[in-house]
């Protein structure tokens, strides 16, 4: 299985740590990554990765800086790009005040249990909404 890695210029550690995190969860993955100046060439990128390299999907990391948001031409050209292509490019989008390691863990063993392992992903999913059970109108008792 191929995963493809959209690095953009001035991401190397995130995408590093993805790449890292990758190969400790699966040792049988194949990674490919595509260099790009801006986030901006994100959507182009991820056709690069999923149609020439055939890669099964496409991972973006990047990590915001200080008042940084990104655009909804981002969020439309990645949705957009994985509409026409039908495969996943997934955004693991790092804010200022949380730590990159963190979040890199927990994103890329959602990745893993989405692709590989989806029936771990469905009874993990079916825990939290027991431990989440809440009833919308528990104030007027059970009808």
Request: charged share 35%; with cysteine.
């Given at each position: 299985?191929?995963?493809?890695?959209?690095?953009?210029?001035?991401?190397?550690?995130?995408?590093?740590?993805?790449?890292?995190?990758?190969?400790?969860?699966?040792?049988?993955?194949?990674?490919?990554?595509?260099?790009?100046?801006?986030?901006?060439?994100?959507?182009?990128?991820?056709?690069?990765?999923?149609?020439?390299?055939?890669?099964?999907?496409?991972?973006i990391?990047?990590?915001?800086?200080?008042?940084?948001?990104?655009?909804?031409?981002?969020?439309?050209?990645?949705?957009?790009?994985?509409f026409?292509?039908?495969?996943?490019?997934?955004?693991?989008?790092?804010?200022?005040?949380?730590?990159?390691?963190?979040?890199?863990?927990?994103?890329?063993?959602?990745?893993?249990?989405y692709?590989?392992?989806?029936?771990?992903?469905?009874?993990?999913?079916?825990?939290?909404?027991?431990?989440?059970?809440?009833?919308?109108?528990?104030?007027?008792?059970?009808?």
């Amino acid at each position: 299985m191929r995963v493809g890695i959209i690095q953009v210029v001035g991401q190397e550690d995130v995408c590093d740590l993805v790449e890292k995190e990758f190969e400790k969860e699966i040792s049988t993955l194949e990674i490919k990554r595509v260099r790009i100046p801006t986030i901006d060439s994100a959507p182009m990128a991820a056709r690069i990765l999923l149609e020439d390299k055939n890669c099964d999907f496409a991972v973006i990391p990047y990590q915001l800086g200080d008042d940084e948001k990104l655009g909804l031409d981002f969020n439309l050209g990645i949705s957009l790009a994985e509409f026409w292509l039908k495969k996943h490019v997934f955004k693991v989008l790092i804010y200022p005040d949380e730590e990159p390691e963190d979040i890199v863990k927990k994103a890329v063993n959602e990745i893993v249990l989405y692709h590989f392992k989806p029936g771990e992903l469905e009874k993990e999913r079916e825990e939290e909404k027991k431990e989440e059970d809440v009833q919308p109108f528990g104030i007027f008792g059970n009808f």
